[in-house]
């Protein structure tokens, strides 16, 4: 340590001048990167996959209506056919099913989902939901009901 | 809306238990167009259903559709199209990069099935066969030929797969969760006989008239292996079947890579988690776990894989067992038969068998596969 602190000692001043300079560049270009990861990571933060604003529920019944939740905003959908009634809930960014009136409940069990290619499926009563993302259609193939990287789920 | 619009979606309708109707009227109509436009059928592969973002919270009418039909005519090439059916008593997806045409017929074959081989629909086969008091009925080739492919099973497993089950089965409810009385399960149980089955030519019977069929161990997987040669024969070679949970992958990805097929969690049943996966092709993968039709009274779990020898949920330390194999008949049998064979045994079964890959999961949540089995572990 000490030897190094005696080399610069012993630099001439010229030398010294263009390290000094040498030490501003990267100085700056460390800044610059720094400054730049920031920016992505605020803007992949705010737009990023996980943003429930270009998020959808799509909702089907029984009697082939479909009805398009958005996840950004909360909301509450009474889905009623002869097979049945479900309500179905959007909140905080999530769509689940708060009541049905089928016998096993499977519907309400299957709990909250807020992601791409995710379903909820009420059997008794032929209504299904589905998450989509904005502008991308629903029947793709990776999104065939299964988490994201499977193209089908044996179970 | 212009007149013939009106009669293709009149025509589509005739589906009422279809899942997606709105993609499947678009897609179809986008299809007519591409063809039109195109001037040749075999174009229409090359129309894929697509989604537009509108009418929030409320339903869509057709007046919609007819709007954005325009739009779908223009649709990429690289999408597959999917229908989505409530048959079978659960949800069947079909994914293929097919025409509309043959998804069509796919979904009608769908429909011939379940008005075949339901056990509680009447008039199918096979509730004509229960309920026929011992004398022989006459059903369709392919009610012949799945009893044919289940009785095989029933005889090399010593009656451990008996699709004489319905006897005892039609007394469970493990929709509303109601257990039997005893006394009825005692009083059907001598019911419970594959040998009781007889297939001559065109006709079955049951020669103890209070016998009664349930095909619920092997019709899934015989009606994968047909759809898939339904599909390879209008000449689709990539698609994936899932009926409830069966899959059969066919063919490869567009782009010639495997499919990757993923094994639900057993212990997270309402979530689409996953304990490993298969990267593979034109393979079935068939799984049967503890975790589906299941419900507990007094702390008592019941779940649906019933022991023709005793009438009760089978006692097995497995609680979910896949297989692999070129034939989904042979593997929607085999899962059920390894549940009741238990961990060893169902190891030992399929080490024996060749052909086939199988990942088991005991009650005790250790995994363990066949020797060179390729399912990859979370």
Request: glycine share 8%; aromatic share 6%; net charge negative.
């Amino acid at each position: 340590m000490s030897k190094k602190k005696n080399k610069s000692k012993e630099q001439p001043a010229a030398e010294q001048k263009t390290a000094r300079g040498i030490n501003v560049i990267v100085g700056s270009i460390i800044a610059g990167i720094v400054l730049l990861s920031l920016a992505f990571w605020v803007a992949n933060s705010s737009f990023g996959e996980d943003d429930v604003s270009t998020l959808r529920a799509i909702v089907h019944d029984s009697d082939n209506n479909a009805y398009e939740l958005p996840l950004g905003e909360d909301a509450t959908l009474e889905v009623s056919t002869e097979a049945g009634s479900n309500t179905v809930v959007v909140e905080n960014g999530e769509v689940y099913v708060s009541q049905a009136d089928c016998e096993n409940l499977d519907c309400i069990h299957q709990g909250r989902i807020s992601s791409p290619g995710q379903q909820i499926i009420c059997l008794p009563h032929k209504m299904w939901i589905e998450v989509v993302e904005a502008g991308q259609a629903s029947g793709q193939m990776d999104a065939d009901a299964t988490p994201s990287g499977y193209d089908s789920i044996s179970r | 809306m212009h007149p013939t619009d009106n009669t293709l979606a009149n025509l589509l309708d005739l589906f009422p238990a279809r899942r997606s109707p709105r993609l499947t009227r678009r897609s179809f109509l986008a299809g007519i167009a591409c063809a039109c436009a195109a001037g040749a059928v075999g174009t229409l592969g090359a129309c894929s259903p697509t989604r537009s973002q509108d009418a929030s919270g409320s339903a869509l009418t057709s007046a919609d559709q007819a709007n954005e039909r325009s739009s779908d005519a223009a649709a990429t090439s690289q999408e597959p199209l999917r229908e989505t059916l409530f048959v079978f008593d659960t949800v069947v997806t079909l994914t293929a990069y097919c025409d509309e045409a043959l998804m069509r017929k796919a979904c009608e074959r769908c429909q011939y099935f379940e008005e075949r081989f339901s056990r509680t629909r009447e008039g199918s086969d096979v509730w004509n066969i229960n309920h026929a008091s011992g004398t022989a009925v006459e059903v369709a080739a392919e009610t012949v030929d799945v009893i044919k492919r289940a009785l095989e099973y029933c005889e090399r497993s010593g009656g451990l797969f008996d699709i004489t089950i319905g006897a005892v089965s039609q007394l469970w409810d493990f929709k509303t969760g109601i257990v039997p009385d005893d006394a009825a399960i005692q009083s059907a149980l001598p019911h419970v006989d594959w040998r009781t089955v007889s297939v001559e030519g065109s006709s079955v019977k049951l020669a103890d008239s209070q016998a009664a069929l349930d095909l619920g161990g092997i019709a899934k997987g015989y009606i994968a292996d047909d759809l898939a040669r339904l599909l390879e024969e209008g000449g689709c070679t990539s698609a994936t079947i899932n009926l409830g949970g069966n899959v059969f992958a066919l063919g490869t990805k567009p782009d010639g890579s495997n499919w990757n097929v993923g094994i639900q969690d057993p212990n997270a049943p309402a979530t689409t988690s996953v304990i490993a996966s298969l990267s593979c092709r034109q393979t079935s993968v068939v799984t049967s776990g503890l975790y589906e039709r299941t419900f507990t009274i007094d702390g008592v779990r019941y779940h649906h894989i019933l022991d023709p020898k005793t009438g009760y949920p089978a006692v097995t330390d497995l609680v979910s067992s896949s297989v692999a194999s070129a034939s989904s008949t042979d593997g929607d049998a085999y899962a059920t038969w390894m549940f009741l064979l238990g961990r060893d045994g169902a190891l030992a079964l399929l080490e024996s068998t060749e052909g086939m890959q199988g990942l088991i999961e005991d009650a005790q949540g250790e995994i363990a596969m066949t020797s060179g089995a390729q399912f990859v572990l979370r």
